[in-house]
């Protein structure tokens, strides 16, 4: 059973995610922002993370430079699923190792899953 991470600064958003992911027979960890998200990876090891970008403390963009900053973490896929829909964000996102930007007033459920079973390497339903 593959695990997947959200990191999501929304209660409400990150309930019904990880919801979404259990029933779609996925573990899941959840954390509020990018710190707390990167305090579980000492001892976590998901397959995938689902990340926000506009996050307190420490947003999904700050996070994914912590990520690429360490081997042991640079290889786990992250997918975003934020608001955010600028350019610059996307660009610098996919430069620092982001596999997909989902943005989330464009989404749907079935887009989210499809590319989360694909990088957690199973095949979409």
Known sequence: ????????????????????????GFATIGA?????????LEHEHPDVILLDVNMPDMDGI?????????????????????????????????QLGAKAFLVKAAFSVAEMLESVKSYAGQRPA
Request: hydrophobic residues 45%.
């Open 62 to 94: 700050e996070m994914l430079e912590a990520l690429h900053s360490r081997p042991e973490w640079q290889s786990v896929p992250v997918v975003m699923l934020t608001g955010r829909s600028d350019t610059h964000t996307i660009r610098r996102a996919m």
């Open 32 to 40: 509020h922002d990018g710190r707390e998200a990167l305090a579980a």
């Open 1 to 24: 059973m593959a695990t997947i991470m959200v990191v999501e600064d929304a209660d409400l958003v990150r309930d019904t995610l990880t919801r979404l992911l259990r029933r779609e």
